[in-house]
T-cell receptor, first 115, second 116 residues
Framework: DTGVSQNPRHKITKRGQNVTFRCDPI?????LYWYRQTLGQGPEFLTY????????KSRLLSDRFSAERPKGSFSTLEIQRTEQGDSAMYLC?????????????FGDGTRLSIL | AQTVTQSQPEMSVQEAETVTLSCTYD???????LFWYKQPPSRQMILVIR??????QNATENRFSVNFQKAAKSFSLKISDSQLGDTAMYFC?????????????FGKGTKLTVNP
């Protein structure tokens, strides 16, 4: 079990630029989640995949945000035309769907700073 | 919509003592899960303990135990024999028990410091 891997760990970019983050889940996990965590807050749900299907999106996920999981393995989260308010830690988690509840395992996150 | 409230932004405890972190939640669901996650400084979030709402018995994991009061919608975490490594942010989280989603709804967290 190598854990959930997220890259990059840190991203600094200018307002208006596009950024893309990658998440590699635990290999046998077919559910993958994205959360956003701002300073002093708990993580907020953004979206979730089961295999390659995106099954749920939060209203927090504006049209500037897009997430994909093309082959049901790794996932990418892209933010277009970044804004100051996008500065946050972006967390990825994965879990094994077996019909019952399974705990979500989190990665270290990608910290995004918008200049 | 579900909400989770952690009313203690910060707490401290002496090493080897016991501390209790509070959490309340609001939901109209009858079946759900509750969790405590730990996030050490600059490290990833890890699951501490989990409780199924249909189980009356409080969950226990070594030094960690919960006091689950379903009618009061309260879910507190007790840490016994606190250790320096318990220093972290602790988040209470809620998950509906229905097919599909399993998204977590988190509280704002409690920063716990264990002092030597």
């Amino acid at each position: 079990d190598t854990g959930v891997s997220q890259n990059p760990r840190h991203k600094i970019t200018k307002r208006g630029q596009n950024v893309t983050f990658r998440c590699d889940p635990i290999s046998e996990h077919n559910r993958l989640y994205w959360y956003r965590q701002t300073l002093g807050q708990g993580p907020e749900f953004l979206t979730y995949f089961q295999n390659e299907a995106q099954l749920e999106k939060s209203r927090l996920l504006s049209d500037r945000f897009s997430a994909e999981r093309p082959k049901g393995s790794f996932s990418t989260l892209e933010i277009q035309r970044t804004e100051q308010g996008d500065s946050a830690m972006y967390l990825c988690a994965s879990s094994l769907a077996t019909g019952g509840n399974q705990p979500q395992h989190f990665g270290d996150g990608t910290r995004l700073s918008i200049l | 919509a579900q909400t989770v409230t952690q009313s203690q932004p910060e707490m401290s405890v002496q090493e080897a003592e016991t501390v209790t972190l509070s959490c309340t939640y609001d939901t109209s669901e009858s079946n759900y899960y509750l969790f405590w996650y730990k996030q050490p400084p600059s490290r990833q979030m890890i699951l501490v303990i989990r409780q199924e709402a249909y189980k009356q018995q409080n969950a226990t994991e070594n030094r960690f135990s919960v006091n689950f009061q379903k009618a009061a919608k309260s879910f507190s975490l007790k840490i016994s024999d606190s250790q320096l490594g318990d220093t972290a942010m602790y988040f209470c989280a809620f998950m509906k028990h229905e097919g599909g989603s399993e998204k977590l709804v988190f509280g704002k967290g409690t920063k716990l410091t264990v002092n030597p």
